[in-house]
Structures are given as structure tokens and as C-alpha cells.
């Protein structure tokens, strides 16, 4: 059969620059007159796109948006919470919903993986994100299950750890843990556990649309075939750590096909009986499917159920995707995953009555109904420290001991002064708090919003440890602390600019 003959990339054209030689391999995979449209799609500057939070706020919030920061957008095709952005007087990354996390930005094609799940059954699903940094689209499947599955963000890269965290922090997630391993193990340290993978492979970045973080040059055919075999063995891993009849998203921003689908034929070869690609173009307004052939190689049949986002067909970067069911039992090795049970790391769950307490202590200063969010996300209440963490139920339950960068939601923080809400836990739950909360005067936000203590505005009522300060348009903007005068300015300094 001709269909496992070795892809053998063409010859890079000398005269051309990297990036011309990059594109210029497309040229044949698509009829002449797509080639076209393709590159008078590239000539177009990308739309900037941004997708909401609904942890936070509504798709009515984009209106507002568009009058007060003179924006035009348009739906994204494929994604209800995602809006690209044709025309912005404010850029999308500074705006103040923006630094308190009511939206990501994000190219629309990488609002694709996470949507072409079905939702489980179980409102508590378990999510894995193999390859999660900088977050982008664990928010978005946090956003899903509205939060109520646990997600397990991981990533192998020492450097990627913190940029993950702060992002998923803003978001303001409480059932999430984020972890750093190297994707492959999770098949063999999880097998058949979650109802949901997605692995968003670290590729060749072929997106035809080159941008400072994903630069387009050629790629040897030995980096080629290295990323194709690591990426067969992540998706090996995910297919083995989802259910029987979960399922596994894998993408790509590289449009090479000896990524993309000859990854997909190898896994499909490999398992004949246990996957299957799935049919998804229903999630797209117009048909986009992969590749049945290139560079002298036939893909499996099913290869074509993926998705190929060339930028010309939804004016976004290129991008690809496919959805995977697990059908049946698979055979693969297992072995025990590192352990190293929280109690050991210094943590330790609140008992019952100091746990009533803090319950008590936030409803009687904030009207904060603590009792009733730790019962619909099934959290559960953990001293690390000097905070007080709502770590997931689920987490406990069946991933007891992997050892984690961070795991729920600081609730908490005991100072010199006493407890005090944590500010990740404000952003999150801001419109919960219903006492002991101040308005601030527009005359004073550019100052605040720097960081800078301002005078104290009138407020009723006893001041609380700390205020829970919002704006005039009632959008929460930090915590404040009295100090004679004086409104000592708490947001956290990371986030000043
Ligand atoms: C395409 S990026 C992920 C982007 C992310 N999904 C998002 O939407 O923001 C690929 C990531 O894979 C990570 N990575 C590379 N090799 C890995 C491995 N063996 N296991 C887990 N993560 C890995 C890289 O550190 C990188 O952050």
C-alpha cells in the first residue's frame, strides 16, 4: 500500500526569505486559485480576538465594551463566548476588564479545541490539558463546565509554570491544579481516569500568520520527524488517561501535514480498535476538513474527520484540530504516579469548627455565603501557611498526592491585622461580597489603578478589615485598606502597569 510511504518535505526555494520559503511548501496542498486567497488572506492584517469569561461576566458585557472603548467585533463562527475585533480605539489588552480577567485574548482559531468537546454527563467532569501553558485554552475549558470539573493544567516547562498560574489565577478558577510533568506519563500514571484530554502539542509553528511568539521558519526534516514522534507519544498518553468513551482533542498551530495528519494516521494505525476521529464539522459554518494526501503519503480515511483551519477560510492564523473518542480498552503499560500526599508539603484540612468559623466571620462582615460556594464547586477548606486555600474535592479524590504548583483558590490571608479576603478570591467572587464594600469616584481611578493609595471616599457603615472597592460602573477594582484619611491601595503589584 502506498499509504506508509515516508513524507519527504520539498526542497526550500534558496532565493526566497525563511518565511516566503515556509509558506511556499503549502503551495501544493491546496487547488491553485486557494493558494490565491491564501496569500491575499496573509496580505490582511490578523484580527485581534478575545473570548470571555463567564466566571465573571455575560456576552451582554461586550456591548458596553464596544461603546466605551470603541471597538467593532464580530462572533467568532465556532466559538459562542469569542468575538475578533475589526476595529479598536482601546487596544484589548488595556482595558480594565482585561487585568481583572473578563476576557482572554486569543486568536479566534485557538478557540476551535476546546469547543469541539460534547459536555459529559456528570456536571464534575475530570479534565486533563497536557500541554497548558500559558493557559489560553485551559480558561476556555474551565469556562465549559463553568468551573465545575476539575482541571488538571500541566505543563513540562519550568519556565511555563508561573505565566500558567497567573493566568489561571485571574481567570479566577477554584477547581484547577497545575502540575509539571512531562505529558507521556499521564497515560501510564492515569489510565482510563478523565473524561475529557485535550493536548495542544508544541508543534512547528507553521501558522502562516508569524507573530514575535510564533515565529514561522523553515524546519529541518529531522526537527520535523522528532516533533511528529513526540507528539504521537503525547497523543498516545492522552488517548490511555481518558475513559472508554472520553474523549481527546489534539491540535496544532502548525499547518504541516507530517504533523497534523500523519500524527493522527500513526495513532490510528497504531490502535486500530480502540479510536476513532471524530466528525465535527458541524461545529464549523463551512467545511474545513484535513488532508487525505501529501507528500506522496495517503492518510487513514478517517484522518480527513480533522479539522484545517488554512487562515483564508475564517480569517484567523492557520491551525488544526481533531477530535478523538477512545472506543474501547487499551493495552498499555502502567505504573504508579509520584506521590507525595499534600499533608507532607505543610498543608492541613481546617476541621470542622474552625472551618465554621471562617464561614461565619465572612457572612457576618461581608453577607459572603461561603457555606453555599464551597458545596456548588465541591471544595473543601485547607491551611497552607498564613492562607486559608478552597482546594478541590475532586483533586483529593482521585489524585491524592500529585504533587502540584498550585491547586484551588486562596480564600484567606491572616495578618498582623487578622483575616483578610485574598484578592484572587475577590475577583473571582466579587459581586458575593454584599457588605463592607466601597464605591470609588471616577476622579480617583487612574490613580488607583496605579497603585497609589487615594483618600478615603465616604462609605457606611464600620469600616471591615478590608474594603472590597469597585468603580463607578460597578466593576470590582481591588481591596482597600483604612488607614486614617488614607485608602491603602492592596491590589497586587503584579499587576500594576
Ligand atoms: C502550544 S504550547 C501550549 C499552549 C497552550 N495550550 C495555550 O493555549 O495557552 C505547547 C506547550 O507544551 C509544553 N511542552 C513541551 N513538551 C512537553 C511535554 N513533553 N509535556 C508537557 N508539556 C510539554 C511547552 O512548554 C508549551 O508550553
Known amino acids: 500500500m502506498s499509504r506508509r510511504k515516508k513524507i519527504s518535505p520539498p526542497t526550500p526555494v534558496p532565493s526566497l526569505s525563511a518565511q516566503q520559503t515556509a509558506l511556499e511548501q503549502f503551495r501544493v496542498l491546496l487547488p491553485p486559485d486557494e493558494f490565491l486567497a491564501l496569500l491575499e488572506e496573509?496580505?490582511?492584517?490578523?484580527?485581534?480576538a478575545f473570548r470571555i469569561n463567564p466566571l465573571k461576566t455575560t456576552s451582554q458585557a461586550v456591548a458596553?465594551?464596544?461603546?466605551?472603548?470603541?471597538?467593532?467585533?464580530?462572533?467568532?463562527a465556532f466559538c459562542s463566548t469569542g468575538w475578533q475585533v475589526r476595529q479598536a480605539r482601546t487596544p484589548l489588552s488595556q482595558t480594565l476588564e482585561h487585568r481583572f480577567g473578563h476576557y482572554y485574548i486569543q486568536d479566534a482559531a485557538s478557540m476551535l479545541p476546546a469547543e469541539l468537546f460534547d459536555l459529559p454527563a456528570s456536571p464534575h467532569p475530570l479534565i486533563l490539558d497536557m500541554a497548558a501553558s500559558p493557559g489560553g485554552k485551559t480558561t476556555h475549558l474551565i469556562s465549559r463546565t463553568l468551573d465545575r470539573g476539575l482541571t488538571l493544567a500541566n505543563d513540562a516547562g519550568l519556565e511555563r509554570i508561573t505565566p500558567l498560574r497567573l493566568v489561571l489565577q485571574n481567570w479566577g478558577t477554584v477547581n484547577t491544579a497545575v502540575t509539571r510533568f512531562p505529558a507521556e506519563k499521564f497515560g501510564r500514571w492515569f489510565p482510563g481516569v478523565?473524561?475529557?484530554?485535550?493536548?495542544d502539542a508544541p508543534c512547528s509553528m507553521q501558522s502562516l500568520r508569524p507573530t514575535e511568539s510564533h515565529p514561522m521558519r523553515p524546519i529541518s526534516p529531522r526537527e520535523q520527524s522528532h516533533l511528529a514522534r513526540r507528539q504521537t507519544a503525547m497523543l498516545m498518553s492522552a488517548l490511555a488517561a481518558v475513559k472508554p468513551g472520553g474523549q481527546v482533542v489534539y491540535s496544532t498551530c502548525t499547518l504541516a501535514p507530517q504533523e497534523d495528519e500523519a500524527v493522527l494516521d500513526e495513532v490510528l494505525r497504531?490502535?486500530?480498535?480502540?479510536?476513532?476521529?471524530?466528525?465535527?464539522?458541524?461545529?464549523?459554518?463551512?467545511?474545513?476538513?484535513?488532508l487525505t494526501t501529501a507528500f506522496g503519503q495517503t492518510f487513514h480515511p478517517q484522518v480527513q474527520n480533522a479539522l484545517r483551519l488554512w487562515p483564508h477560510r475564517f480569517s484567523t492564523s492557520g491551525f488544526f484540530a481533531?477530535?478523538?473518542?477512545?472506543?474501547?480498552?487499551?493495552?498499555?503499560?502502567?505504573?504508579?504516579?509520584?506521590?507525595?500526599?499534600?499533608?507532607?508539603?505543610?498543608?492541613?484540612?481546617?476541621?470542622?469548627?474552625?472551618?465554621?468559623?471562617?464561614?461565619?466571620?465572612?457572612k457576618n462582615t461581608y453577607h459572603f455565603d461561603l457555606t453555599s460556594v464551597l458545596e456548588t464547586y465541591r471544595l473543601e477548606l485547607?491551611?497552607?501557611?498564613?492562607?486559608?486555600?478552597?482546594?478541590?474535592?475532586?483533586?483529593?479524590?482521585t489524585f491524592d498526592g500529585l504533587p502540584c504548583q498550585m491547586l484551588g483558590l486562596k480564600v484567606l490571608e491572616d495578618t498582623p491585622q487578622g483575616w483578610q479576603p485574598a484578592h484572587e478570591w475577590v475577583n473571582r467572587f466579587a459581586h458575593h461580597f454584599q457588605s463592607g464594600c466601597l464605591s470609588l469616584?471616577?476622579?480617583?481611578?487612574?490613580?488607583?489603578?496605579?497603585?497609589?493609595?487615594?483618600?478615603?471616599?465616604?462609605?457606611a457603615g464600620n469600616p471591615p478589615p478590608v474594603w472590597i472597592v469597585f468603580d463607578e460602573r460597578n466593576r470590582f477594582i481591588g481591596r482597600g485598606r483604612s488607614s486614617g484619611i488614607w485608602l491603602k491601595n492592596l491590589l497586587p503589584r503584579r499587576g500594576i502597569g
Not at 469616584?441 to 462609605?459: A, T
Open 42 to 48: 496573509l496580505e490582511r492584517p490578523l484580527l485581534p
Open 64 to 76: 458596553d465594551w464596544c461603546e466605551w472603548y470603541g471597538w467593532q467585533v464580530q462572533p467568532v
Open 194 to 199: 478523565f473524561d475529557w484530554a485535550l493536548l
Open 270 to 290: 497504531r490502535l486500530p480498535n480502540a479510536v476513532q476521529v471524530d466528525s465535527v464539522s458541524n461545529r464549523l459554518p463551512q467545511p474545513a476538513p484535513a
Open 322 to 362: 481533531a477530535r478523538l473518542t477512545r472506543t474501547d480498552e487499551m493495552d498499555l503499560p502502567t505504573e504508579p504516579h509520584p506521590a507525595r500526599p499534600l499533608r507532607e508539603t505543610g498543608q492541613e484540612p481546617l476541621n470542622r469548627p474552625m472551618a465554621q468559623e471562617i464561614a461565619e466571620w465572612l
Open 382 to 397: 485547607w491551611r497552607s501557611q498564613a492562607s486559608i486555600f478552597a482546594v478541590p474535592t475532586a483533586f483529593l479524590e
Open 441 to 459: 469616584p471616577d476622579e480617583m481611578l487612574d490613580e488607583w489603578l496605579k497603585g497609589k493609595d487615594v483618600p478615603m471616599p465616604r462609605s
